[in-house]
């Protein structure tokens, strides 16, 4: 990795000036941010400029902070921004694209637990596996009711809870029902309609959006 941010810093010094295109939000580490610009992958870093008027005023693991034409607005993780840049989006808006599988993928948290979701508008409700409930701090064992419920590969022993807050980008929602699978299914932590449907859900094209209602 250091050898990859030491080649990608090498590129910043030599870019040439860009017409911006499309920015995508590729990675975030700490002070840190790699992005794609029609294409071409750079590390932002605070204090640097590139020559389009790119520039990284913070990062972390979970977001970073971009200034483009002079606009500053937060981002997180396969965020995009087009030649129709306006400014930060709305709050109670998010746009998610999708991954080179093909699957949405969004960054966001359960109790303020920061994790990766997977969009599923095929599952009922805010789904995971018991590991990822063990890490969240879920007692949900406790606190579930047990039950059963089905899979793409059957059926499976489930405990159905209640979680505080349920957050994707600037989107909350308190109070959200899901659901803990035994074992290690499903891999990612499904984000469901018990999510899903407390929003308006809108496509254009490959995009995704979720606007609060």
């Known amino acids: 990795m250091k050898h990859i941010c030491i080649l990608l810093l090498g590129l910043l010094m030599t870019l040439p000036s860009l017409a ?85 993928t969004v960054t966001g948290s359960i109790n303020g637990f920061p994790l990766t979701f997977l969009v599923d508008t095929g599952a009922t409700l805010v789904a995971m596996n018991e590991g990822q409930a063990r890490r969240l701090g879920l007692d949900y064992k406790l606190t579930g009711i047990e039950g059963i419920t089905s899979t793409a590969s059957g059926t499976a022993r489930a405990w159905y809870i209640r979680v505080k807050s349920v957050k994707v980008g600037e989107i909350e929602l308190h109070n959200v029902q899901a659901a803990v699978l035994q074992g290690n299914s499903p891999s990612h932590v499904l984000l469901g309609n018990s999510f899903l449907n407390r929003l308006e859900m809108k496509r254009h094209g490959q995009v995704m959006e979720l606007i609060r209602k």
Do not use: C, Q
């Not at 580490?29 to 605070?46: C, H, N, Q, S, W």
């Not at 902070?65 to 921004?81: F, M, N, P, S, W």
């Open 20 to 104: 911006l295109d499309r920015l995508t939000v590729k990675g975030l580490f700490k002070d840190r941010a790699m992005v794609e610009i029609d294409g071409k992958a750079y590390l932002l870093t605070p204090g640097k400029t590139l020559k389009n008027g790119i520039k990284l005023i913070s990062a972390n693991s979970r977001e970073a902070v971009i200034e483009v034409d002079g606009k500053v607005a937060t981002y997180h993780l396969g965020e995009r921004i087009g030649t129709n840049y306006t400014g930060p989006r709305a709050k109670g808006r998010i746009e998610i694209w999708p991954d080179g599988m093909g699957m949405y």
